[in-house]
Each structure stands twice: as structure tokens, then as C-alpha cells.
């Protein structure tokens, strides 16, 4: 579904991610771990398409298109989705209205009509009562005085209603008590199939105890730099990532 | 016989003589002599100069070099559906239509007022209402200080007058619709508009200026307001006059123990507009909104003057102004909060926001808080900004298009003005505007 070969990125100058490689299929559950400032959020920034990350070697496709030639709206309606680590708030647009516009554009994308209101009611209340999500989270405006557990339920939540086929969760885990972590994982497995794929970044172990990867690797300056089963986050959360660097640094030496 | 009106030869003087002859109520002693002390003022005060920090962002050079004819008649050439794009759909209206600054009673419908409840021309008004008349008249608006209003009170002749006594609700809207038709030569017209509510009063007041032709002409408009114990009003103001044309405004709003207003104003039209908006929270317990948006572009100028005066105790008030500018449009906000020394326990807030659409549009933005009591809350903000890339960047990656995007944000800025306003009618027809605003700049943009 998604590869990537030999990503390098700059920000503002300078070169964030250095070579990064990385395929996931179909169905797979990635789990992207690293400590600060190894370029998670880059990576996740950049799938999405933010303007500002400057791919300057390597590639990506998705789905057999190339993906750095799609704006971040097309990306969006050919199915990737990203929950954003600070999700932005945007007052005066309610969340119902961004979220109906939003699917209604991935649908005229892929050639479907738009959902009538009551149809996009019906299915939105669905989806609220796994993210448990109020009446009231809807009507206000996008992220606009919402908590910071309110604000990532929403982001899921957004993932739920437009079905993407690639979910990037930018440390969607952070700052959440254990309730609601338990909802956000509950979302993220209500959607999981052979269909679809994850990627989810995080700082912690703890997440993965709900959403159960397929596959875990380390980021660490701008490349992965160890694979591994789900295992391997247990180990990292045990280690701490000190002995991968200095692996790393033996094998290069 | 024209007259006009201009600062060579001493013009503003003689044309007030030949004025005074045949305006109306000009045998009433006391309008006599208000409008006579008004005129001294004026020619003592002269127009303002950006070295007075009031003005300081706002030049008024083009009108004050500038010559304007007092039309005689401009009647007869608007017809009923000349008013119909001006007019707020699905509401059953109280309209006092005025062409050129002066009333038409073919045009005009006031059908529909509860008992009691007065609404006239001004220039009628003078004849058949002279003790609330002479009571209130020119006793809010500062014509010893201010030069528009000194010059607005010396040549007003017509307007709006609406009496609203104790304890009645005016379910429908009142509009003032005023209509400038204006000639090849540029023209002035003084719309002067008194409002009085008694106590425990209800209504929504909509001012409108409006023009059919693309001229130049000179609206220098003056409302007093006056708000009894416990009533809510409404007043809005429409700007939408021609391109070319000169617009200031003054509302000074008179407060009551326990009332409350909200004033919206929206700006659109003019070439050079200042909006004046100054109410007085007078009694205890009073409650202000002033909500506005205004939007300029190409070489417009609108400086927005807001001075909200507390002088009793336990009251709010809001101030909400946000304005988009586009071109090389220059824009001005200066609000301004003076708290008395027994305004204890005031609560005064004051938002400015403002949305730069283009490198070369401009904008000043100036709070200023003169407090003189001491158990007091005042806070204020402004920012100024380009469309913001993170909130862009947030609905793109949702799959709405770039386009798409940006009119969403675009007007969840200008909901927040349209928000507060209470009168649905009204709101929809100044969501038309703004919709129509944003579709124009489009097109411009893609010729």
C-alpha cells in the first residue's frame, strides 16, 4: 500500500529525515517509535503534505501514485488520514459542518453523491457513540475550547467517519489519561481490517498494549534503525532507546 | 435656489444663511438657536487634521477641499422597485424611505407600529412633535466638540424619528432606508435620526445608506438614541454607500439604568468612511454590545471610532470589531473605553481583530483606557493577521480543497459578527453581502 525509499526531508533548512525506508501492506498495524527529535512528526507531516517539509531525495507511492505530486487535499480523498498532534482550533466552523464538507469531498473525489443531511446524521451518531462523542463536541466550533482528550477523541473521530484506507496517528497517545486512551485505541480497532493499514507514532509503549502492532520500529536521526515485532516496544520501554544508539553507533565504527 | 456648501469664500457660513431660511422648523426659536450655535462651532472648529489624535489615521482632506450641493430635489426618480434589493426578505416592515436625504411618503410604510409608538420624518416631526423634540434633540450628540456633528446639526433638515413609549415592543424591524441618487455635482446631505425609547421598551432600528448611482457625494450622518430604564435595542448600521462617496456616521447612544443595546455595524461602501459609535452607560446595571465588521478594498478607507463611556456602576460592555482588507485598502480601529470615577464595579471588554487579504492593505489599531475608578475589569486585544496556514493546512488535510478552505475560514471570521445579531432577516441579507463581497474579490482575481 505505502512505500517509501530513501525519504530525505529538510525543515527550514535542515535535513530532518536522512534515508528513511519503510513499506506497509495492507492490514499491517506500523508502530513508529523514537526519542525526540528523531523525525516522527516529520514523517507524519510530510505523508500528509504540509507544504513547509522539503522532500529533497527519495520517494514515496501509495497505492502505485506518487504521492509527492498530490496536494494534501487529494492525498486526503485517495485515503490517507492524519490525526494531528496539536489539532488546530478553528472557531466559527462548527465540527459537524467540517466534518460533513469533508466527507462529502472525498465522496465527489471518488465519484459518489454527496450524503443527504439526515444520512450523514445517521451515520455520524454511529460513529459518536464509539468515540463517545456529544451532541455538544458537534455543534461547537473545530477544537475550539475542547480539552486536550477532547481534542484527540475528535481527531479519531474524524478518522472514523472518513474511513480512510491510511491512518497516521501523530502521538495521539500524549497527554491522555487511561480512559480516554482506552476510546481512542477503541476507535482505532473498530476500524482496523484487511483493507486497511496503520501508522501510528508514539512516544510510549502504553498505547500499543491496546492497539496491537504488526510490526514496531525505531526512528533515530532521521532513519529506522531497528525493526521488530511488538515485542521490541516492550524492550524499548524496558531500555529506553540508549542501547540502539549505541548498536548503532558500533555498527557504523 | 442650490447651495452649496464648500471652505472657500467662507461658503460653509453663506450657504448656512440661504439654508436657514427655508428649513424646516426655521421659525422655531430654539432649533434656531441650536442650529445657530452649531454653525458658530463648526467655523470655530474647522475639519479635523490627522495632527488631532483622533484623527490622527484618517485624513479628511477630500472633504474638506471638497464642494457640495445641498439638493433641492432628487425626488421622483427612485420607484418602489428601485428598493427591492435593499429591502430584508420575509419581514413584514416598518420603512422610512429617504432619497437624497429627504423623505418620501410614496416610497415610505409605517402601517404596522403597536399603539402609541411614533415613527415620522424628522422635518414633520418638528411640527408635530415639538416637546420631545426640543427636549432631546442635539442634547446627546456633541456638536460644541465635534466638527461632523456641529456641521451635521447646523444643516439637519430631515431624518428619522422614532418615540417609543413605556413598556412597548415594536415586533418588527424599523428600517431607515437612505438612497442617494446623486447628480454629477457632488452633493451633501445631514441625515439626522433621533430614537427614543421610554422604559421597558423593545425594537430593532436598522439605518441603511445605500446608493443607485456610482458618485460622489457626502453623507454626514448623526443618530441620537436614547434608551429608557430596562429597554433592549437594537440598531444596526448599514453602509453600503458608492464607491466614490464620503460616509461619517455618529451614533451616540444615551443608557438607562438597566438597559441594554447592541449596536452592529457593517461597512462596505464609501471611499472615505469613519463610523463613530459612543454610548453612554448613564444609569446602573446597563449592558453594551458594539459588534462590527467592516471591509475594505481597493483604495477604500474606513477608520472605525469607538468610544464606549461608563459612568455608573455595574456595567458591561463588548466591543467586537473585526475587519478584512483587501487591495490597498486602509483600515482604522480606535476603541476607546473611559471609565468614570463612579463607574465602580465596570466590566469592559474589547476584541479587534483584523484579516489582511493582501501585502498592501494597511491597518492601525489603537485601544485606549482611561479609568478613573478603581474596583474595575478592562481587558482588550487586536491582532492582525494573514489567513491562518495551520488552519488551512488542517481542513486541505481533510480533503477539502484549497479554495474551499480558505471561504470556510474566511467566513467563520465574518460569522463572528453576524453571530450577535438578532434580527434573522437582517443577518441573512448582510450574509448575502459579505458573500457577494468574497465572490467579487474571486472574480477579480481570475480576469
Known sequence: MLEIKNLHVNVEDQEILKGLNLKVNKGEVHSIMGPNGSGKSTLAQVLAGRESYKVTEGEIIFEGKDLLELSPEDRACEGIFMAFQYPVEIPGVANTYLLREALNSVRKYRGEEPLKHIEFVKFAKEKMKIMDIGDNLLKRGVNEGFSGGEKKRNEIFQMQILEPKLSILDETDSGLDIDALKVVAGGVNALRSPERAFLIITHYQRLLDYIVPDFVHVLVDGKIVKSGGKELAYELEDRGYGWIEEEKTAANS | ?447
Open chain 2, 1 to 447: 435656489m442650490s447651495i452649496t456648501l464648500s471652505e472657500k469664500d467662507n461658503g460653509y457660513i453663506e450657504g448656512f444663511a440661504g439654508f436657514e431660511k427655508t428649513a424646516p422648523g426655521g421659525s422655531l426659536g430654539w432649533l434656531k438657536s441650536i442650529r445657530e450655535d452649531a454653525i458658530t462651532k463648526f467655523s470655530e472648529l474647522g475639519f479635523p487634521t490627522p495632527q488631532d489624535e483622533d484623527w490622527r489615521f484618517t485624513n479628511v482632506a477630500p472633504i474638506a477641499r471638497g464642494s457640495f450641493d445641498i439638493l433641492q430635489n432628487g425626488q421622483g426618480k427612485v420607484s418602489a422597485s428601485d428598493l427591492k434589493p435593499y429591502q430584508f426578505e420575509g419581514e413584514q416592515i416598518n420603512e422610512l424611505v429617504f432619497i437624497n436625504g429627504r423623505y418620501s411618503t410614496e416610497l415610505s410604510t409605517t402601517a404596522r407600529l403597536p399603539k402609541g409608538v411614533i415613527v415620522l420624518n424628522l422635518a414633520e416631526a418638528i411640527d408635530s412633535e415639538q416637546d420631545i423634540l426640543e427636549e432631546n434633540l442635539a442634547k446627546y450628540a456633541d456638536f460644541k466638540d465635534e466638527a461632523f456633528t456641529a456641521l451635521n446639526t447646523a444643516f439637519m433638515e430631515d431624518g428619522g424619528f422614532i418615540y417609543i413609549p413605556k413598556g412597548t415592543v415594536v415586533e418588527e424591524p424599523i428600517h431607515l432606508l437612505y438612497i442617494s441618487t446623486s447628480g454629477e455635482t457632488p452633493s451633501i446631505t445631514n441625515p439626522r435620526n433621533l430614537i427614543i425609547a421610554e422604559d421597558n421598551c423593545q425594537a430593532n432600528i436598522i439605518e441603511h445608506y445605500v446608493s443607485l448611482d456610482e458618485n460622489i457625494y457626502f453623507s454626514n450622518v448623526v443618530t441620537e438614541m436614547v434608551v429608557g430604564e430596562n429597554s433592549s435595542l437594537g440598531h444596526y448600521l448599514l453602509e453600503l454607500e458608492s464607491k466614490k462617496a464620503f460616509n461619517i456616521s455618529t451614533l451616540r447612544v444615551q443608557q438607562a439604568r438597566s438597559s441594554n443595546i447592541r449596536s452592529h455595524s457593517v461597512l462596505l461602501g464609501g471611499s472615505l468612511v469613519r463610523n463613530n459609535v459612543h454610548p453612554v452607560l448613564a444609569g446602573e446595571g446597563c449592558d453594551s454590545l458594539i459588534n462590527g465588521l467592516f471591509m475594505s478594498t481597493h483604495r477604500q478607507h474606513m477608520d472605525n471610532y469607538m468610544k464606549v463611556e461608563h459612568a455608573s456602576p455595574h456595567c458591561d460592555s463588548r466591543q467586537l470589531y473585526n475587519g478584512i482588507l483587501d487591495g490597498r485598502s486602509r483600515g482604522v480601529f480606535h476603541g476607546r473605553i473611559i471609565v468614570h470615577e463612579d463607574a465602580q464595579k465596570t466590566d469592559a471588554k474589547q476584541t479587534n481583530r483584523n484579516l489582511l487579504l493582501s501585502d498592501h492593505a494597511q491597518i492601525d489599531t489603537k485601544p485606549q483606557l482611561e479609568i478613573y475608578a478603581d474596583d474595575v475589569k478592562c481587558t482588550h486585544g487586536a491582532t492582525i493577521g494573514q489567513i491562518d496556514e495551520n488552519a488551512l493546512f488542517y481542513l486541505r488535510s481533510r480533503g477539502i480543497s484549497k479554495e474551499a478552505s480558505r471561504d470556510i475560514i474566511l467566513n467563520a471570521f465574518t460569522n463572528e459578527t453576524l453571530e450577535s445579531m438578532t434580527v434573522d432577516s437582517v443577518k441573512n441579507y448582510c450574509a448575502n453581502l459579505i458573500t457577494d463581497w468574497f465572490n467579487q474579490r474571486k472574480l477579480a482575481q481570475k480576469s
